[in-house]
């Protein structure tokens, strides 16, 4: 299993960009798909991207399909999120995961970073 900490989120301006980053410690990053999720206040969390285990396949939610972009570095065990475009409704906390069934139509999220927190204003 592995520990997974994010980094690089805060306030931005609609139009502006982010990138976000999420370190993975401990055996077999290489071995899950990795995906970014994201929970805006009162709604539920949703999956945004998401990355196979050796970054191959990606897949995006169509509200960010253009502006964001999912990446691996198995090498440093690193997932990272750019977000580029960023809007008002992309507000959320954004959280990456591990999953180890490497599955995106399926997954099993065994791994959970603690979130960090993006603010997009109008």
């Known amino acids: 299993q592995v520990r997974l900490v994010e980094s690089g989120g805060g306030l931005v301006k609609a139009g502006g960009s982010l990138r976000l980053s999420c370190a993975a410690s401990?055996?077999?990053?290489?071995?899950?798909?990795m995906a970014w999720l994201r929970q805006a206040q009162g709604e539920e969390r949703e999956p945004v991207a998401y990355?196979?285990?050796?970054?191959?396949?990606?897949y995006y939610t169509d509200s960010v399909k253009g502006r964001f972009t999912i990446s691996r570095d198995n090498a440093k065990n690193t997932v990272n999120l750019q977000m580029n475009s960023l809007k008002p409704e992309d507000t959320a906390v954004y959280y990456c995961?591990?999953?180890?069934?490497?599955?995106?139509?399926?997954?099993?999220?065994?791994?959970w970073g603690q979130g960090t927190q993006v603010t997009v204003s109008s």
């Open positions: 990355i196979s285990h050796n970054g191959a396949e990606t």
């Open positions: 401990g055996r077999g990053f290489s071995l899950y798909g």
């Open positions: 995961a591990a999953d180890s069934r490497g599955n995106r139509r399926s997954p099993r999220y065994e791994s």
